[in-house]
């Protein structure tokens, strides 16, 4: 069993929904909890960064955590065309403070 | 600013020959990854480089050997490549040793696609 485990999608929703991504993961030790967004043919750039349990804000985007559940979402607001990449999760425990464990990515189309 | 640069960007290989995948990053980071990424596998680390003079292993370091040059440079070796190692490789750097402590942070390159025969 995968430590972090993501829906691959493909998701495809209309411009101005909102979408939701998450993932799940079994390692109780992750403490810290990444979004990293994936354009076509480019290289993961980090998105959101979140510690513990709790809600980040930013602009369109909001990280959950629940740490109870094993269970992390991104949420995109008024999605936009822009959006369309693939979305990794990634997560860092305090044993593991030089390595990221990475969930396999949603990929997300956002028509116009 | 170039960020992280990687060379060659594509690659085809026969089974048994070696290659040597190259990295600069010219934001004065400290520690460099080389990581593989496959359809729902996700991003797999195969070695990293806290800091100059430093390597360790990752996940999958089978196969693969890495020399970190300098502070700038960090390169990716495959010995006798293999069918399964073809993938997309990326090289990534961060500013700090520990990533807890950089709000986790990588900054990767734009990989490079090796195709194994």
């Known amino acids: 069993q995968k430590e972090v485990e993501q829906d691959p999608g493909p998701l495809s929703v209309p411009e101005g929904a909102i979408v939701s991504l998450n993932c799940t993961y079994s390692?109780?030790?992750?403490?810290?909890f990444m979004w990293y967004r994936q354009y076509s043919r480019k290289g993961p750039e980090l998105l959101m960064y979140?510690?513990?349990?709790g809600n980040k804000e930013d602009g369109r985007f909001t990280a959950q955590v629940d740490k109870s559940s094993k269970y992390i979402s991104l949420f995109i607001r008024d999605s936009q065309p822009s959006d369309s990449a693939t979305y990794l999760c990634?997560?860092?425990?305090?044993?593991?403070?030089?390595?990221?464990?990475f969930g396999s990515g949603t990929q997300l189309t956002v028509l116009p | 600013n170039a960020g992280v640069t990687q060379t060659p960007k594509f690659q085809v290989l026969k089974t048994g020959q070696s290659m040597t995948l190259q990295c600069a990053q010219d934001?004065?980071?400290?520690?460099m990854y080389w990581y593989r990424q496959d359809p729902g596998m996700g991003l797999r680390l195969i070695y990293y480089?806290?800091?100059?003079?430093?390597?360790d292993k990752g996940e999958v370091p089978n196969g693969y050997n890495v020399s970190r040059l300098n502070k700038r440079e960090f390169s990716l070796r495959l010995e006798s490549a293999a069918p399964s190692q073809t993938s997309v490789y990326f090289c990534?750097?961060?500013?700090?040793?520990?990533?807890?402590?950089?709000?986790?942070?990588?900054?990767f390159g734009e990989g490079s696609r090796l195709t194994v025969l």
């Open positions: 990534a750097s961060s500013e700090r040793r520990q990533l807890i402590t950089n709000t986790g942070e990588l900054f």
């Open positions: 390692n109780s030790a992750f403490q810290y």
């Open positions: 979140t510690y513990s349990s």
């Open positions: 990634a997560m860092i425990g305090s044993g593991s403070a030089r390595q990221l464990t």
């Open positions: 934001m004065n980071h400290n520690s």
């Open positions: 480089s806290a800091s100059e003079g430093t390597t």
